[in-house]
């Protein structure tokens, strides 16, 4: 049981490319979740999924895109890299709603990002 | 916009002593509330939950306590190890089963 896996660790980027960071979860959760992490800033949410086909926009969506296809799996997209997307990715999961709303998320080791 | 935030960014203590981090949120319709530790280098660590029916909830040597009335939360880590060291987040739920996630305390254990 893995958890949650996000691949690649880390990635250097120079500005303009495009790149998806892939997330894939193993517990069966409903809910999905991408956030950036930089210094002083905490965590702060970029899109997030209610299931299977759905997205929905976090605090800082712009400059960011984001699939789920399947159930396990959570992608985000830069599809023109800036300076101000050198960050720390992190996804989590968390079971979903009804019985089972506020639930704990849980994250992954990260991706560490860098756009020059 | 409601955030969380944190009183104390930085907590220096000595092995075996008892830590408090606090945590103040701003949302009083928030009725879920979790504590995360973050090791370098690594994804936050869940720790603790609590809903807001309760006041306290205790697991291995960690206690969360809220206090809706002045909206106020802490973690209380008892006989704090080196290990214990790590930045610790606080976070309320915004909806969705969304989190707000405070900025952050880093907890320093000396030996």
């Known amino acids: 049981n893995a958890g949650v896996t996000q691949t690649p660790k880390f990635r250097v980027l120079k500005t303009g490319q495009s790149m998806t960071l892939l997330c894939a979860q193993d517990m069966n959760h409903e809910y999905m979740y991408w956030y950036r992490q930089d210094p002083g800033m905490g965590l702060r949410l970029i899109h997030y999924?209610?299931?299977?086909?759905?997205?929905a926009k976090g605090e800082v969506p712009d400059g960011y895109n984001v699939s789920r296809l399947k159930k396990q799996n959570f992608l985000l997209g830069l599809e023109s890299a800036a300076p101000s997307q050198t960050s720390v990715y992190f996804c989590a999961s968390s079971l979903g709603t009804g019985v089972y709303s506020n639930q704990p998320q849980h994250f992954g080791d990260g991706t560490r990002l860098s756009i020059l | 916009g409601e955030s969380v935030g944190l009183h104390l960014p930085t907590l220096s203590v000595q092995e075996g002593d008892n830590s408090i981090i606090n945590c103040a949120y701003s949302n009083s319709a928030s009725d879920y509330f979790i504590w995360y530790k973050q090791e370098s280098g690594k994804g936050p660590q869940f720790i603790i939950d609590?809903?807001?029916?309760?006041d306290k909830r205790q697991g291995q040597r960690v206690t969360v306590l809220l206090n809706k009335t002045v909206k106020h939360l802490s973690l209380q880590i008892a006989a704090t190890q080196p290990g214990d060291s790590a930045v610790y987040f606080c976070a309320e739920n915004a909806g969705y089963s969304t989190l707000t996630f405070g900025k952050g305390t880093m907890l320093l254990v000396s030996p």
């Open positions: 609590i809903r807001s029916n309760m």
């Open positions: 999924s209610v299931g299977e086909g759905t997205t």
